[in-house]
């Protein structure tokens, strides 16, 4: 009796585990399928790979390859600015008990809940105004402005947690609070400090939105926007497409797999939006 | 409180207030003026009172519907979903590691790929959903899956697809947090499977779902990058939400002063869900 459940509930088990890993590759498996058929055949019903064309792979590369390197780029500058501005002040936060701690607070929390889209259209008349369209600079301004308060809830989450002594102990050593941050506090902070950069920077690298209002020159395009120019082409070339779509989220995709334990802690801490 | 105490902490906070302030706070204040000014015309630079609300009004009630079914459409199915995989995966078996990897993958990918992944998928030559749906025999004509009657839906899927993960990560945690001696003392009282689960795992995760459906709809009501990838709100006004009509003003219309309105009423829901969830929180927290 006992033996016949377990076998319905394993049943049941396998078929639904079956069925939600089916959702969630299909869209990447047809993206593989087409990004390996030539183009000459695209509008072949394949429900299974019939070509290998693994010069479309060339092809996109070819064509996105710097665009990958812009989008490292912004991403690392973002990710670096961000752990810069973030640091000392949730260290205050989580330090300190001040009269405008709350609304500190619930500023970010704000911040966190407001999409890019609401606020784009006035900042672009801003950086306009200013001369900042179309500028590395300013995008990696914008990227670092909208996971501030990620991670700083990040960071401060993990500072809360460190025991108090350790800076009070740095302070009658003779550390003035820059040597207590620096020199004690951030050396064994890496944990707190990598799950936000790991944030910081696939948020960045995935990031559409922003580049798609500051920037205009195809030169200085992150990864995204040249995935999405590649469909506004007059003829769309869909194997290229295809290749690029999977070739670009490799690495988001590898070091998301690989820090998945710290992100699934980094999100239900509550600090991460989805 | 101490003098050196107030300067450290004001030096500390300081580089953040100045971003915020440069990227949010004042780009949020023009908004709301804006909102309010001629962009167009004779108009120009003139304060109008709310004749830019009186321009996009025939708008509001389809989009503002758009935008509702398209939220809760893609929320409500996602955190199903993901509670019904975090219960799968609360128990350890052969392959688990892979069935969440597997099922986490959608969550690193970016929005604008998500779109274009997608629209593989229903593509109306080499989608691979008509192609099988021909193959089993249901179907004879592809079907139009962003066409006008299907595009909101679609979408919507997409968006389920990308979303479920984030919600199984929150309740895959959540479940760990349950008391083992809850189930042992419900197992010993007779209490079959399904008992247990509406008795001991709904009740525990009342707050998880609290704020995860908070945060989910916060964040999907505005989503650009994957409508905008897939139908580009289209076809003519199908999936064309709050986030569609902010741009199409801007760029399409030229005209800050009614993209700005849109925006207005945004901001207004966000900061109403905002101010609720932080309530929330504070009791959570008491």
């Known amino acids: 009796m006992l033996n016949r459940e377990s076998l319905a509930v394993k049943v049941i088990r396998v078929f639904l585990s079956a069925a939600f890993c089916l959702f969630a590759l299909v869209p990447i498996y047809s993206a593989l399928i087409v990004a390996l058929t030539p183009y000459s055949n695209m509008l072949e019903a394949q429900l299974f790979p019939h070509y290998f064309e693994l010069s479309n792979f060339v092809s996109a590369f070819d064509l996105i390859g710097d665009n990958i390197l812009n989008s490292f780029i912004y991403a690392t500058s973002a990710t670096l600015l961000t752990t810069a501005i973030s640091v000392p002040a949730a260290y205050a936060i989580a330090r300190y008990r001040f009269k405008f701690r709350r609304a500190v607070l619930f500023s970010l929390l704000l911040t966190q809940m407001m999409a890019g889209i609401v606020i784009l259209p006035t900042l672009y008349k801003t950086f306009n105004a200013l001369g900042m369209l179309d500028s590395p600079l300013s995008l990696i301004l914008v990227y670092s402005a909208v996971n501030l308060a990620l991670v700083v809830t990040i960071h401060h989450g993990y500072f809360a947690s460190l025991p108090r002594e350790i800076d009070e102990a740095a302070e009658i050593d003779g550390c003035n609070y820059l040597q207590t941050l620096w020199r004690i506090i951030f050396p064994i902070s890496g944990p707190g400090i990598a799950v936000g950069a790991i944030f910081v920077f696939i948020n960045s690298y995935n990031e559409f939105v922003i580049p798609l209002f500051l920037l205009s020159s195809a030169k200085q395009y992150p990864l995204t926007l040249t995935v999405y120019s590649l469909v506004t082409d007059t003829t769309i070339r869909w194997h290229i497409m295809a290749a690029a779509s999977l070739i670009g989220i490799i690495p988001p995709v590898a070091i998301f797999t690989f820090f998945q334990k710290y992100i699934i802690k980094g999100v239900t801490s509550g600090a991460v939006k989805g | ?286």
Not at chain 2, 19 to 34: E, H, K
Not at chain 2, 150 to 162: D, E, F, K, M, P
Not at chain 2, 178 to 194: M, R, S
Not at chain 2, 272 to 278: D, E, G, S
């Open chain 2, 1 to 286: 409180m101490k003098a050196i105490h107030r300067k450290r902490i004001i030096l500390s906070l300081l580089p953040l207030a100045l971003m915020l302030l440069f990227i949010y706070a004042y780009p949020l204040l023009r908004v709301c003026v804006s909102a309010f000014m001629g962009f167009t015309g004779s108009s120009a630079g003139k304060f109008v009172g709310l004749k830019n609300f009186q321009i996009i009004q025939s708008d509001i009630p389809k989009t503002v519907a758009t935008t509702l079914i398209w939220t809760f459409g893609s929320v409500l199915p996602a955190m199903v979903l993901g509670l019904a995989l975090a219960v799968l995966c609360s128990r350890d078996f052969r392959g688990k590691r892979a069935v969440v990897s597997i099922n986490l993958l959608p969550y690193a990918i970016p929005l604008i790929i998500v779109a274009s992944c997608w629209r593989f998928v229903y593509n109306p030559d080499f989608g691979i959903i008509n192609i099988f749906l021909k193959k089993i025999g249901v179907i004879t004509d592809s079907i139009s899956f962003l066409g006008y009657k299907n595009a909101l839906l679609s979408v919507i899927v997409a968006r389920i697809w990308r979303a479920t993960p984030f919600a199984f990560m929150n309740y895959y945690s959540a479940l760990t947090t349950i008391p083992a001696e809850q189930y042992e003392a419900a197992c010993v009282d007779g209490a079959n499977p399904v008992q247990r689960f509406f008795r001991i795992t709904l009740p525990n995760l009342k707050t998880i779902t609290a704020s995860t459906l908070i945060v989910l709809t916060v964040w999907t009501f505005l989503v650009f990058d994957i409508i905008y990838g897939m139908t580009g709100g289209g076809p003519v006004d199908a999936t064309k939400t709050i986030s569609m009509r902010i741009y199409q003003e801007m760029f399409s219309m030229k005209n800050l002063g009614t993209a700005s309105a849109w925006s207005l009423i945004a901001i207004a829901v966000l900061v109403t869900i905002t101010i609720l969830y932080w309530k929330f929180m504070d009791k959570e927290d008491a």
